[in-house]
């Protein structure tokens, strides 16, 4: 635990001025990212009596080592900054909204020559789009199957379309209506983009002017005698009127607008939010966050509108974002929100009539998602803590263990030996820290050996980042010649500000498997001179722990919530490696005789296939065919030859549900493949 004092900036250092500041630990990682219309008044806070600071303020202040500013002309340059810092560096001591579930939205793909209705999820791309979110999916596929008899937009696969067009026939939908099919040609490239332009209009809610215009066609047709044609018309009206009326009218206005709510308690805070479009809510979503610094209502709004309108551009910012309090001051970002829109944005509180009735409709959904998540975290942040406790009592470690690396060996029957390595952090995976490694220093089966190998690279890389920071000076420069020379800057990059791969050290090393995996990984690390990392292995047989130096394992109670943690862990590691195994054996097993060809790239490959159709007939090709081939020369060809008499034909694949024999395209026949295995004790 760090004193401030020892890192606090000398009087008159620290600039009277608008500006965003950075804390740092011990290893160079921004924990706190924060802005201030002045530093110095800002940074003066934090470095009084820690005793009258809040509890969370001090313990990020007590777990810095350095504090670091830059000064910015504008407090909305300040709030730009600030939200791209805590986007890059993803501070632990930040207020981070996440999304409690990855909530679909329609997207419309403006930027393909066809467009596509489909449903998305996840970041948004350029070029798309998008309306929504909506709660299920379930209620966009309803919504689009309605519009779709006025605006037969694509809908299909990129493969489907390009099927269709092949074979000259389109699909389903293009027979029944709901696709205009320019697949086949029924309707130009340019026809089918009004088609989505139109379709966008009307999800974007501008609605009464196309129903209108339907009207009057209809009216029109009628009056002419069109009676099918009038018919039509009744049946869109009536299918774009269902559309609409499942998104009923809050307000009368035809307002576009976002209203966001907060519900909060001491701990943790849920955000709810509103998508008015056209006086409809198109879309809901909720975030619940950690309250891991001292923030009130207005800094939680704040931290809401950076999150969700930090990569908007355009439309994508409403022209009225309605909120339960403003931030102090609110101009900054109500002029970042106009910035982004380029258009005014009102940043308000509802004070009366349909806008506030409807603000007590979101902070009623915002108050439920906070009890639920109370609810379901509960269980879940308990049940953690007593596995984490459970392990450090069953291993008699000094402190619960919140990191973990545990590391698995597969191998496909003793060949592609590969090993993963998958970290735990406060009892959940964290994905971005996995590892995968090759085996490099034999060949064959050897777990025990291959155990030993990869704790060591793993640690030799932790010691090399170590020495480079000056806290390790004996190297025995393993881990330089392993990387290739000199890394600096320690553990934080300097290029990227990220943690550099293997710069900080588990409290608990996991193998799976026995007493020998148990001994090799604590070998690996005594020859690295490593004594404050504990090990253990996880056996699957009868899923006892060993650890080093014992006779006999320690037997948790199957009911116990260490071992629970410890065999997802286990199993994490094991599917991991498996994955990675199967993706090397994929590549093995699809390299053919023709990619021992010299000179012979992945194109020219294609080529010669598609060409000859398979490579049977490309074997029982002469030289003078082959070099038909654009790009193929003579000594090419010659050499397509030589390594195709070189490989042995393999025979003809049979369906195995038929009997009949599959005509070889560009393969050379079936393969067996042998079992997969990864490590078992």
């Not at 830059?70 to 600030?82: G, P, R």
């Not at 009464?208 to 009057?216: F, P, S």
């Not at 990220?498 to 608990?508: G, N």
Request: glycine letters at 8%; one cysteine or more.
């Amino acid at each position: 635990m760090a004193d401030p004092s020892s890192y606090r900036p000398k009087p008159g250092q620290i600039p009277d001025s608008p500006g965003v500041y950075k804390f740092r630990d011990q290893h160079g990682r921004v924990i706190y990212v924060g802005k201030a219309k002045s530093l110095r008044q800002r940074l003066s806070s934090y470095f009084q009596d820690i005793a009258n600071l809040h509890q969370r303020t001090r313990t990020m202040v007590t777990t810095a080592a350095s504090v670091e500013w830059t000064v910015v002309t504008t407090e909305v340059e300040a709030l730009q900054l600030e939200y791209s810092w805590i986007k890059e560096f993803d501070p632990r001591f930040n207020v981070k909204y996440r999304d409690d579930k990855s909530y679909p939205s329609l997207a419309v793909t403006l930027n393909e020559e066809y467009p596509r209705v489909q449903v998305m999820r996840g970041p948004k791309r350029k070029g798309v789009r998008y309306f929504g979110p909506y709660a299920h999916a379930w209620a966009i596929r309803e919504t689009v199957d309605l519009l779709l008899r006025v605006f037969p937009v694509r809908t299909c696969s990129a493969g489907v379309f390009k099927r269709s067009a092949q074979i000259g026939r389109p699909c389903l939908l293009g027979y029944i209506g709901k696709c205009s099919a320019p697949c086949v040609g029924r309707v130009s490239a340019e026809e089918h983009r009004e088609l989505a332009d139109e379709f966008c209009d009307f999800m974007a809610g501008r609605t009464g002017t196309y129903l209108r215009r339907l009207e009057q066609q209809m009216k029109d047709a009628a009056a002419a005698m069109e009676y099918e044609k009038a018919a039509r018309l009744r049946d869109d009206i009536e299918a774009l009127k269902r559309a609409l009326e499942k998104s009923a009218v809050v307000l009368a206005d035809a307002t576009d607008a976002d209203l966001i709510a907060v519900a909060e308690d001491e701990l943790e805070a849920a955000v709810q939010i509103f998508h008015v479009r056209g006086g409809r809510v198109r879309g809901q979503r909720g975030w619940v966050t950690d309250r891991v610094e001292e923030v009130g209502t207005a800094e939680l709004v704040e931290h809401a509108l950076q999150q969700l309108y930090g990569e908007e551009r355009g439309e994508g910012v409403p022209k009225e974002v309605l909120v339960p309090a403003l931030p102090d001051p609110y101009e900054p970002v109500q002029q970042w929100l106009t910035e982004r829109r380029g258009s005014q944005v009102s940043l308000r509180i509802p004070q009366r009539g349909d806008k506030k009735d409807l603000m007590a409709t979101v902070q009623r959904n915002a108050q439920q998602a906070l009890v639920l998540h109370k609810t379901r975290r509960a269980s879940d942040l308990t049940t953690r803590s007593r596995a984490l406790e459970e392990i450090a009592e069953a291993l008699d470690l000094d402190s619960a263990p919140l990191r973990i690396e545990c590391f698995d060996i597969s191998h496909l029957q003793g060949d592609d030996v590969v090993a993963s390595m998958v970290v735990f952090e406060d009892g959940l995976a964290r994905k971005s820290e996995y590892r995968r490694f090759q085996i490099k220093s034999f060949a064959g089966q050897d777990d025990v050996r291959s155990m030993h190998e990869v704790v060591s690279r793993r640690f030799r890389r932790y010691l090399l980042e170590k020495q480079k920071t000056g806290e390790w000076v004996d190297g025995d420069g393993d881990g330089a010649a392993e990387t290739g020379g000199e890394v600096a800057g320690g553990p934080i990059d300097p290029d990227t500000g990220r943690p550099r791969r293997f710069a900080y050290p588990p409290q608990l090393v996991v193998v799976d498997g026995g007493q020998p995996q148990v001994a090799a990984a604590r070998r690996a690390l005594e020859e690295l001179g490593i004594e404050d990392v504990a090990v253990c292995g996880l056996a699957k047989r009868l899923e006892e722990v060993w650890l080093p130096g014992e006779d006999d394992p320690v037997i948790l109670p199957r009911t116990s919530e260490g071992l629970y943690l410890l065999q997802r862990v286990r199993d994490e590691a094991h599917r991991f490696a498996i994955a990675y195994q199967r993706n090397k054996r994929s590549k093995s097993m699809k390299a053919g005789a023709l990619d021992s060809v010299p000179g012979l790239g992945e194109s020219r490959r294609q080529a010669l296939l598609k060409h000859f159709g398979s490579l049977k007939r490309l074997r029982a090709a002469t030289v003078e065919q082959i070099c038909e081939v654009p790009g193929v020369g003579r000594r090419t060809a010659e050499a397509v030859l030589a390594a195709l008499a070189g490989a042995a034909p393999a025979g003809p694949a049979v369906n195995t549900a038929t009997g009949e024999i599959i005509e070889e395209e560009g393969t050379a026949g079936p393969v067996t493949v042998p079992t997969e295995r990864g490590h078992s004790s």
